[in-house]
């Protein structure tokens, strides 16, 4: 699956450090250490709700990655025109 994420800056170093170290694809590492991370945890997670209000109907089928580029954009756009 192909997705976009942002990566911090001292994780994208972690990361490419550790591929020029083995030899391996930026791809293939952070592959391998999202799995090693998350095969560590524990499969029975019990999730809390901060809020008691129920989640507004409007935003229910939204694409929260769309929504937040968007707002990144705006921000963008803010730090450009100041």
Known sequence: ????????????????????????????????????ALGRRSCNVSVTPLFSAPFPAELDRQNFNRLAAEWEDEDTMKDLSS
């Open 1 to 36: 699956m192909r997705t976009t994420v942002t990566i911090d800056p001292d994780t994208e170093a972690l990361l490419k450090g550790e591929a020029a170290r083995t030899g391996q694809s930026f791809k293939v590492v952070l592959n391998q250490a999202v799995k090693r």
